[in-house]
């Protein structure tokens, strides 16, 4: 008896010392930066990292939920800097890691509309400083993937010289860091900066474009405009608030999270899909919430944390199979008998009636809550930030499911917003702008 026990301690020592050591040897595999590389097989870019595959399935956050990244199948994010005021870079690299992550990471490059001079060789030369100290710090962490120099540096400029100072910065960045490979994103694509990208820029790896509803416009202009390396599409979701109709006193009309969920999925298709030669993968724009025009427009989360149905179209695209539970979806949603494109003007004091209709597929019990927010006119360009509304407080007259009878407040432009939530984490959004006399 006592040789068996002695025998049972032998294989139980023998194997816990087998699982010390490979955790040992994956520990140490975990601490060492990722080698990214990119081949051109016939004409067909593919990014490797550690010698495998990896196609961007990713999403761009900044202080969105990373591990629902992972739980929905992705498996990288970008980021427009590299310390965005709430986590350091190391942590969100760190957090990444933890979910099995890889990250391409941003660099704050300063832009001309903000007034940077590129014609300032002093400000430039301390520009490139900081950031070559950025680079140094967070180089050998493992879930790195890519430098990203600069967000839409061609957003309302004049000056090519920005292009050169990017070059510089990649020259650094592979001195470095001979690991990872660089890029910079353009807002839009055009044939004048390709051909600059081209003879300013020719440092970077990779070319990102980012583009909204012309997104399935893009493997054909790439063509068109000469850029024959590799490219990701580092921005691209719901359709642009200065691409959409307006109301008559000018307020741009925002699509319900349904409409949006159809437009992400054919815009994917047509626009990042369709090139599997060149096209390495892609960032969904935004994996979070943010305020730009609306608090709903441009997140695929809700501020709570909920899940719209642009996550389902996501989960789809990096699954080939939709999520078990689906967000609601919206089949009509109308104000006076009108929809957001009819003009809905409002008499104040008197009563009317806001009507939403959406189904579930799992046929989950549905709660319905209202808000109206004054009409934002803290604008800003190119994602820079903007200040939230604050809600305005109404007279409910009825509320029954979808349908909500109130009184319209005093003279301004407003948005009536509309939310179907499912009890399981997700829900539908709408809003229609009108006006009161």
């Not at 709430?86 to 942590?91: D, L, R, T």
């Not at 360009?381 to 979808?402: H, M, W, Y």
Request: glycine share 8%; hydrophobic share 35%.
């Amino acid at each position: 008896m006592r040789n068996i026990f002695a025998i049972i301690l032998i294989i139980l020592l023998t194997f816990g010392c087998k699982n010390d050591a490979k955790t040992e040897e994956v520990n140490a595999t975990n601490s060492t930066p990722a080698k990214v590389e990119l081949k051109n097989t016939l004409g067909k870019f593919e990014l490797y990292v550690n010698n495998k595959p990896l196609y961007i399935k990713g999403a761009g956050l900044e202080f969105g939920n990373i591990a629902a990244v992972a739980k929905h199948n992705g498996n990288s994010i970008r980021t427009w800097r590299t310390e965005n005021g709430q986590q350091s870079g190391k942590e969100v690299l760190d957090e990444a890691q933890k979910n099995g992550l890889m990250v391409t990471m941003g660099i704050e490059v300063a832009r001309e509309r903000h007034g940077f001079d590129y014609n300032d060789t002093i400000a430039v030369k301390e520009q490139f400083e900081r950031i070559k100290k950025e680079v140094i710090t967070l180089k050998d962490h493992p879930a790195l993937l890519i430098w990203a120099i600069g967000n839409e540096l061609n957003l309302r400029y004049t000056n090519p010289k920005v292009w050169d100072a990017v070059n510089d910065i990649s020259k650094m960045i592979h001195e470095v860091d001979p690991n990872h490979l660089t890029t910079t994103m353009l807002a839009g694509i055009s044939q004048n900066e390709i051909a600059l990208i081209k003879e300013r820029c020719s440092d970077i790896d990779i070319l990102s474009v980012q583009m909204y509803g012309d997104l399935p416009n893009l493997p054909k202009l790439i063509r068109e405009f000469g850029w024959e390396g590799p490219y990701m599409v580092t921005e691209w979701g719901a359709t642009g608030h200065w691409e959409v109709p307006k109301t008559e006193w000018g307020a741009p009309i925002e699509e319900n999270s349904t409409l949006k969920a159809a437009n992400y999925l054919k815009r994917y298709r047509g626009g990042i899909e369709a090139d599997s030669l060149q096209c390495i993968g892609s960032y969904v724009f935004l994996w979070g919430n943010k305020q730009e025009r609306t608090p709903t427009w441009y997140g695929i989360f809700l501020e709570d944390g909920k899940e719209t149905e642009s996550v389902d179209v996501m989960h789809y695209i990096w699954n080939n199979t939709w999520p078990e539970n689906r967000t609601p979806q919206i089949k009509a949603y109308t104000l006076n008998g009108k929809t957001g494109y009819e003009n809905v003007i409002l008499e104040a004091g008197k009563s009317y009636l806001a009507s939403l209709i959406v189904t579930d597929a799992e046929n989950d019990s549905i709660n319905y809550s209202w808000e109206i927010l004054p009409e934002s006119t803290a604008l800003q360009d190119g994602g820079d930030i903007e200040k939230r509304p604050e809600s305005l407080a109404f007279k409910t007259v009825s509320q029954n499911n979808g349908n909500l009878t109130f009184v319209a407040p005093k003279s301004g432009i407003f948005r009536l917003f509309v939310y179907a939530d499912d009890g399981h984490g997700h829900a539908a959004t709408a809003n229609i702008p009108f006006k009161v006399n």
